[in-house]
C-alpha cells in the first residue's frame, strides 16, 4: 500500500515537472523514497523528463551523501558520528555495530536486513551516543544495548518470516 | 481548567515524549474540555527531557516535569490534573505567570534571555493561532503599514544584529547591499542547512518556531525588493521539514503569503528545499548551487550574492537565527535590542551545550556572558564532576578553547581572539577524558570527507593532516609530525576558496597551540594521558577489588576476559578491542585503564 503510494509520488513529481529549474534533487529524493536507492532506470526516466544527461545526473547523486546507488537494507542503521557522540564513545560502539551485523559502515549484510551507516549529526547531542534504526531514535547506548536492539530485530523479522512460511502450505 | 504541553521536537521524541503524549492522551481521553493537550516545542533542557508542562488557566501556575515517562505519565495524571497536588519528585521547575522559575533547575534558565526562543516550548509550532496570539505577524503588519523598506533596514542596522551563522557579518548592511542592486526578481535564501556536528539550535527554533523564521524572511524580503524565498534545509532534520511546510501552508491560508499580502502590493513566496547531505552546502555559494539542482561546489566571489546570488541574481541569504531574531527587534525596536549583549556584539545568542556537562541543551544568553557562566552555571558544571578541559566552539571550522581561558566572554571579538570562532552556537564541553588529539583527528577526519574536492589544497591537504593524526594516535607519530601540521594548515587556509576549507584546520592549530603536551605524550611518550586512543592504553582487572561476578566476561564483545565465578578475571590484551564495555558494568570498579609514559621511546617507522 505505503509502496503504491510512493510510486505514485515519483511517477508525479516526473509527470508535474514542468522545466523548472532546480528540480533535479527533489526528483532524485522522490526516486530514492520509492525504491529505496536509485536505480539505473530512474536516472533515465529522469534524463528523458529532465534532459539533463544522464552523466551529470550520475555526478550529482555522487556527490551528495543521502543519494545511494545500491539497494538498502530493511532496516537501516545510521549511528551519530557528531561531536557529542564521538566524546561519548561513538567510534567503539560502530565496531559493535559492525560485528553483531557483520558488514562494514556502508555495506548491507547478505540477507538484506540491514544496512550500516554513520551520519555527522542528528542534533539529539544530549542523548549521546545515538543511532537511527530506519526512523527510532535509540539513545544513550553501550555495546550491550546496541547488541539486544538489533538481536531483537533480528529475531522479530525471523518470526516473521517463519510465520509466512507455516502460513504458506494452508493457502 | 488544565493545559498540558509535552515537548515534541526531535530531542523530545527520541527520549520518548511520544509514548508520554500517548499515555497522557489515552489517560485524558473523553475528559478533553477540563485538561487540553498539547504539543510545544523545544524547551531547551534537553537533559531531563521527556518534559511536561501543566498550567493551571486560573492560578497562573505553571509546573515543568522532567524525565515523565509513561509510569510518570500516569502519576501526573491521577495526582495532578484529577486531585490538584504537584508530584514533587519529578518537578524541574515550577513559576507563576510573568515571574522568574524557581524549582531544583532554576539556575539552568536565570541567566538566560529569550528572544530568538522566545516562543520555543511554549507554544503549539504546529497551530498558526498560537503564533498570533503571542504577537506573531505583528512585526509584518507595522512594516507593511510604515510602507518605507529603508526603514527596516535603518531599524536592522541601528540593532547591530550581525549574522548567526558564524562570520557574525552585520546584518543591516547586507540587507542594503541586495537592496541596492536592481533586477527583475531577487531572492531571500534562509540557511537551514546546520551541518556542524553538536548543533541543534536551528532545528530547534524550525520546530519550535518555524512561524518566526517565515515572518523574519517576510521582513527581509519587503526590504530588499524580493519575491521568491526559499528555505534550504537538512534532509537529516524531517520533523523540521514537516513543521515548515505546514507553517508554510498555514501562512498562505492566513493571507501572510502570498500575493499582495494584507492588501499591500508586497508578494512573497517561500518553498522548502531539502538538502541531501553535504556539510559544504552550508557555504552561500555551494548552497546556491545545490538550490539550483547543481553539485554544491562553491563560486568564486565576487560576485558576492547581494549582486549574483541564486541563479546570478541578487540574493540575501541569513541564517535560520538570524531571521528569527527580525521580528522582535521590528517589534520592540532597535534600541531595547541593544540592551542586551555587548557595544560590538549586541543581542543574544542561542548556544547548544553538549559533550561532558551535566546539564546539556539549549540556552539563549546576552552576548558576553562567559564561558564560565555558560558552562559552570547554566550547563550545571562537569559531568561526574571530572575535570574540565575545555570547550570546542564552531564545529568543523572552530577550536577548542582550554580551560585557562575560562573567563573568556563569549562575543565576535574575544572568541576569534583564541583562534576558534562563534561559529553557529555549537558548545561541546570537555572533560580530562577527552584528548586532544583525538578530537582533532575526528574534526579533520570530517572535513575531509566533506571536502568538495575543488581545490587542491583542502581536498588533498586535509587527508595528509588526517594520515598524520591518525598516525599520532596510534602510536606511530614522528617528531617532525607537529611542524607538519602546522604547515600544511597555513597553505590549506591560504589556498581554499571557501570557508570549509578557509576554516578547516583550526581544530589542529588550536589543540597544537593549547594542548601541545598531548601531542607530545602521544608522539614521544607514548601514552594517551586522557586514555583515548585505543593503542596507546591498557585495560587490567584489579584482582584484589575483582569479585568474580561475571559482569565483564558476560558483557565482553570479543570474549576475552576469562575466570571462574567468584575468581579474579583477567584480560586477554591480545583479543581485547579496548572498547570499555567492562568499565562500564563492573561493580566494584575492578577495571583500570593504564596509560603512563612508555620509558622506550617508541621507534619512529619511516
Partial sequence: MADTKAKNGFNFQLWRYDGEPGELIPLLQAAQDHYGYIPEHAIEHISAATGITPSKIYGVITFYNQFRLQPMGKYVIRLCEGTACHVAGAKTLLEVIEDEVGVHEGETDDDGLFTVLTVACIGCCSLAPVMLVNEETYGKLDPKKIRSILRQIRREEQQKSQGKKAAQPAK | ?606
Fill in chain 2, 1 to 606: 481548567m488544565y493545559k498540558v504541553k509535552v515537548g515534541m521536537a526531535t530531542c523530545g521524541i527520541s527520549a520518548g515524549a511520544k509514548t508520554t503524549y500517548e499515555k497522557l492522551n489515552e489517560l485524558i481521553g473523553g475528559n478533553g474540555a477540563l485538561v487540553e493537550l498539547t504539543i510545544t516545542g523545544c524547551i531547551g533542557m534537553c537533559y531531563s527531557e521527556p518534559l511536561v508542562e501543566v498550567v493551571d488557566d486560573e492560578t497562573g501556575e505553571h509546573v515543568l516535569y522532567g524525565g515523565v515517562d509513561d509510569k510518570g505519565a500516569e502519576q501526573i495524571y491521577k495526582q495532578h490534573l484529577k486531585r490538584g497536588s504537584v508530584v514533587d519528585e519529578l518537578v524541574v521547575l515550577k513559576w507563576r505567570d510573568g515571574q522568574k522559575p524557581d524549582g531544583p533547575q532554576s539556575s539552568f534558565l536565570v541567566d538566560q534571555e529569550r528572544i530568538v526562543l522566545r516562543n520555543c516550548g511554549v507554544i503549539d509550532p504546529e497551530k498558526i493561532e498560537d503564533y498570533i496570539a503571542r504577537g506573531g505577524y505583528e512585526a509584518l503588519k507595522k512594516v507593511l503599514s510604515k510602507g518605507d523598506p529603508n526603514w527596516v533596514i535603518d531599524e536592522v542596522k541601528a540593532s547591530g544584529l550581525r549574522g548567526r551563522g558564524g562570520a557574525g557579518f552585520p546584518t543591516g548592511l547586507k540587507w542594503s547591499f541586495a537592496a541596492g542592486n536592481q533586477a527583475d526578481i531577487k531572492y531571500v535564501v534562509c540557511n537551514a542547512d546546520e551541518g556542524d556536528p553538536g548543533a541543534f539550535m536551528d532545528r530547534s527554533v524550525l520546530e519550535g518556531d518555524p512561524h518566526a523564521v517565515l515572518e523574519g524572511m517576510l521582513i527581509c524580503a519587503y526590504a530588499i525588493g524580493a519575491t521568491h524565498g526559499y528555505i534550504y534545509c537538512r534532509a537529516e532534520y524531517p520533523l523540521a521539514v514537516k513543521r515548515l511546510r505546514k507553517a508554510i501552508q498555514q501562512a498562505k491560508d492566513a493571507g501572510y503569503l502570498g500575493q499582495k499580502i494584507k492588501g499591500s502590493g508586497f508578494s512573497f513566496s517561500i518553498k522548502v528545499k531539502e538538502g541531501a547531505g553535504a556539510f559544504v552546502c552550508g557555504e552561500e555559494t555551494a548552497l546556491f548551487a545545490s538550490i539550483e539542482g547543481e553539485r554544491g561546489m562553491p563560486r568564486i566571489r565576487p560576485p558576492f550574492p547581494a549582486e549574483k546570488g541564486l541563479w546570478r541574481k541578487p540574493t540575501n541569504n541569513n541564517n535560520v537565527e538570524t531571521y528569527a531574531n527580525i521580528p522582535w527587534i521590528i517589534n520592540h525596536g532597535a534600541a531595547e535590542y541593544r540592551k542586551f549583549g555587548t557595544e560590538k556584539s549586541p543581542g543574544t545568542k542561542v548556544f547548544a551545550l553538549a559533550g561532558k556537562v551535566k546539564r546539556g541543551g539549549l540556552a539563549e544568553v546576552p552576548m558576553g556572558m562567559t564561558i564560565r557562566e555558560l558552562v559552570m552555571e547554566i550547563g550545571g558544571g562537569i559531568k561526574k564532576d571530572k575535570e574540565y578541559k575545555g570547550v570546542q566552539m564552531g564545529g568543523p571550522s572552530g577550536g577548542c578553547i582550554p580551560a585557562a581561558l575560562i573567563d573568556t566572554p563569549v562575543d565576535f571579538e574575544n572568541i576569534p581572539a583564541t583562534g576558534a570562532i562563534m561559529g553557529s552556537g555549537g558548545m561541546v564541553v570537555m572533560d580530562e577524558e577527552t584528548c586532544m588529539v583525538d578530537v582533532a583527528r575526528f574534526f579533520l577526519d570530517f572535513t575531509q570527507k566533506e571536502s568538495c574536492g575543488k581545490c587542491t589544497f583542502c581536498r588533498i591537504g586535509t587527508l595528509r593532516m588526517l594520515e598524520i593524526l591518525e598516525r599520532i594516535c596510534n602510536g606511530e607519530g614522528r617528531p617532525e609530525d607537529k611542524d607538519k601540521l602546522a604547515s600544511l594548515s597555513e597553505q590549506i587556509k591560504n589556498a581554499s576558496l571557501c570557508g570549509l576549507g578557509q576554516t578547516a584546520p583550526n581544530p589542529v592549530l588550536t589543540t597544537l597551540r593549547y594542548f601541545e603536551h598531548e601531542y607530545d605524550a602521544h608522539i614521544s611518550e607514548g601514552y594517551c594521558p586522557a586514555k583515548v586512543c585505543p593503542t596507546l592504553v591498557d585495560y587490567v582487572i584489579d584482582a584484589e577489588k575483582c569479585i568474580g561476578c561475571v559482569a565483564c566476561a558476560k558483557g565482553c564483545p570479543v570474549e576475552c576476559i576469562t575466570g571462574e565465578k567468584k575468581q579474579p578475571h583477567v584480560i586477554d590484551q591480545d583479543k581485547c578491542i579496548r572498547c570499555a564495555h567492562c568499565i562500564t558494568v563492573c561493580p566494584v570498579d575492578a577495571v583500570m585503564k593504564i596509560a603512563e609514559p612508555k620509558k622506550q621511546k617508541p621507534v619512529a617507522a619511516e
